[in-house]
């Protein structure tokens, strides 16, 4: 007996719909629910008289018992029994005679395989019948293959067909389905092998019934119509009484409920909306198991942006969709492995391997391993085989004791990295079969304790409440360790190399499929849109509807086009794949979703809305970005973040330290002062003898210089050429004692030797410049420590320079700058520039018998000058002192060789209190928990972000404007800035400087 009934929405959810069944039989992905819909609908006793079971589990049935049931290959094994098919016959092909057997080619084999299996096609006459001479050749080859593949499949397993055709045939010695009283339900349409199965099930007497969507669109239903059709021709083939309706009789499909259409302006706009009615929908009484949010194409682009934007708003959610075996560690962790030994050590591939926290190295141990690769730009086999000598800090302070001690931590944690790694390639290079590769990678993982890692991965996971990613740690282990099995077992005596043997092993791993029950049932649901079938779903919201996507009819990844398949087609075979069945399954899947439940519908306005959108729809053409129910991305919401003020002084301490540098770093954008001084992120750099290492080496080398000038009576009694002598023999001296282990080293001896002609050229010009000013060099490295005006200050002065009138002593602020940085007042204003007069006014306050005198920037760097092209050497020197000029500020009256700005004393007063008053703003703005992003923009389009290390986690942010100020300009804004902290007496009592 046969029995069609037809359904649409409103009556799939009634308890009379489903007859008494003994057996429910659904789609695969559908059993778990369909025992929730037994439940629901007729009770928990449902289960004792119904049965549900899914075409895979009848087949294990009947088959184990009429003894058939012999090893059945799994999709991994049948990877492993093509690649022997298509070597077998490899010298025989004509089309694909240039093909090597790659995995990529294999899996293409096997899917086509598969697709003909359903579809019951005859190969051979296939070829015969085509008009086409491509398609001739390429169905003949196909059909040599997978000849092959049967016959090793039969040697295997003792039958080559496919489990669902031999369940077929043997029902008929079977007790199953016997009389019972079988319903199908939740299917659009059936394979070939699954119709067979239906047949046998009929001529056992059995009482069948299917229910199918036959009302609505022609486009709609045209999948079930065709299933329709040909379960009544199996019926009448077999003599079966049938009953079912005529399909000209059926009443049109009505959508039960109104579906609002939206268009949005990107994807984070589409999750911001669908978080903002999930939202809605909760507070209004919604148990979030009732909701789905889901995408033609979720796994994409929307699957990140959604679970962020969810995660951000507190949603409960389960994430439906395929997970991606080879992402997860341990896989990463073997085909890692095989990418470092046969692509020779790459620098990435190690450090994939090594983040897994797998290999037996930490996090934090591989933190210092990369770090050193990047210091010293490790690369290739040859240098991971080195050992490793160099400091970790770089070239400079090599030969500390603590740099010493980093160097041997560090060598060991190569060494114990690379020693399994050195030991499975030798095992590799000596394996000559598939079988003794298998034995070599089951070596490194026993080498590493790979299970007793993972075993302890799992049980910390289950410790802190993440079930999911516990159980998936267990479940890895076994799905590797079946794959090498599968691997031992298939191909072990097959001759066979590393390389490939890795690239082999990387598509067998993707085959299996990481199933982990959900951690709970009441989340809402972010699947792909056919993963939409819950009976008790009452909310839907369909993202990335455009036409584009939606139906996804692109062709598929297959040996044969969608022409070919056509022509297929006209000789009376049509694939399961075929463009239009993909066209009828999206078109039923359309029909299907869109009259679930309430429904919105959301598309990208710069494209166009499915026209598989039921007509008639709410549409809406207002972008649904233009109102917020919950705040917004942190990237657009940043400039407003302040951390709390106990998140602050644990950060910077109950009263912030501040240098020059920092009150430089936070004027310049606090987000970057919060990343650098707050977390401390410190930003990775190559070792070399770049600015901040020139400096150093300057500071020490101008230092001595100085002190033997002076001891010889000062710069304008010592000869030029008697200076450039003495700046090469502290040069010298500075890398006897500071470099010595670094000059060992070939690169870093040539680049030194370059700096010491250029370090003794600008010493003589610092010198000439000394000789003509009337300051004196007074003390070098400056240790600046205390409070200055109340706020913890510390720093170091590069030198003081000191000018002695009467009984006055007046002190200078130098710095040596080897960047392209001029003094300017105008940045003063805006608390940019500060750091001198910070020093200036925290040095005299520290030693009241000094006077404040100004400040001065010396450059201490090397340029390239543009001249004609034969320029003498007078013009080059003339070009470069130009560009070498310092600059700064100085008290009128206390030099004659224009070293700077002229400032009075009232104006120089006016400036410490500024400074005081900035830096008092810094502090307690740092200690309220400022963080936002305000980077400033200069009127010649320069910014801090153009050299910011910290620009990829910000992901840069609006910028504040500033206007250059000239002459009264200048002063006016710092007369105003301190007008506004004090009265007018105290303002003016402020302003003297003694």
Known sequence: MLRIISKDNSIEHSPGLLPAADILIVPEQYSHDAERELAALYGDSACLTTEVLTFSRIATRVLTEVGANRLIPDKAAKILLMRRAFLSVADKLTVYAGQTGSPEFLEKLLALHDEFSISKANLSDLADLSDDAVLARKLADISLIFAAFTALSALRCGDGRDKLTQTAEHLTN??????AKITFDKFSDFTKPELDVIAALMRKDA?????????????AIELPRKTYFALR???????????????????PNEFARAIRVNPAASIADECEYAARNVLRWLKEGVKPSEIAVTAPKYGGGYDAVCRAIFKRYGIPFYRDIREDILSKPVMTLVTELYEIISGGWRYEHIFRYVKTNLSGITLEEADELENYCLTWNIKGERQWMNEWKMSPRGYVDADTPEAQRAVKRIEKIHQRLIAPIVAFRKLNRHAATAGELVNALYSHLQNINLASRLEEKSAELLSIGEEKMSAEYSRLWDILITALETLFTAIGDMPMEYTEFGKLLTVLL??????????????????????????????????????????????????????????????GMELHNGYTRRYEREAYLAARVFNKCDTIVTYLKSDRASFLIPSGSDFSEEVIATERYAPKPVQSRREALSLSETAAKALYGEKPSLSASKTEDFNSCKYSFFIKHGLRAKQLKSAGLDAPEFGTLMHYVLERVSKEVAARGGFGDVAANDVKCLAEKFTDAYAKERLKYSLTNARFAFLFNKLRAEVADMVVFIAAELAASNFEPNEFEVNIRGEFSGIPLSGVIDRVDALALEDTLFVRVTDYKTGAREFSLSDVCYGLGIQMLVYLFAYTEFNPDNKPAGVYYTPVRDLLVSANRRPTDELIAKERKAKLKGSGLILEGLSEDKAGKLVTAEQLGKLGRYVENTLRDISAAISSGAIETDPYLRPNGRSPCDYCGYIAICG???????????????????????????????FSARLNIN
């Open 207 to 219: 009482e069948i019934t299917v229910l199918l969507y036959l009302t609505g669109d022609d486009d």
């Open 233 to 251: 021709q199996i019926a009448e083939r077999n003599g079966v009484p049938a009953a079912y309706p005529e399909l000209h009789k059926l009443p």
């Open 174 to 179: 079977s007790n199953f389905g016997k009389n």
């Open 510 to 571: 993707r085959q299996y499929e990481l199933t982990v029950i959900p951690p709970a049932l009441n989340r809402v649901r972010l699947c792909d849109l056919a993963g939409v079938r819950e009976i008790y779903l009452k909310k839907l919201i369909v993202m990335g509807t455009a036409y584009t996507a939606f139906p996804n009819i692109d062709s598929t990844n297959s040996l044969l086009s969608d022409y070919e398949r056509a022509e297929l087609d006209t000789l």
């Open 956 to 986: 840069g942010a609006e910028k504040r404007k500033l206007v250059t100020l000239k002459g009264s300009d200048v002063w006016e804004k710092i007369d105003d800035g301190l007008r506004r902290r004090f009265s007018a007496a105290e």
